[in-house]
């Protein structure tokens, strides 16, 4: 019990809390008429900058 207490319900509310914090970031945007920009097929990151 002192186990689920002290480290996985901290983790719990954790993700509660960000999926609700996301769930209100996406409905402000709607609201707003933002629609925000798909990522990439390609990460920028796994491209080389210069050929080794």
Known sequence: MAFFIGIACPWILVAIM???S?????NELE????????ATARSSYLVP???Y
């Open 31 to 38: 609201a707003l008429g933002v629609t925000p920009q798909p």
């Open 22 to 26: 996301e769930t209100r970031r996406v």
């Open 18 to 20: 960000s999926s609700l």
């Open 49 to 51: 900058d210069r050929p």
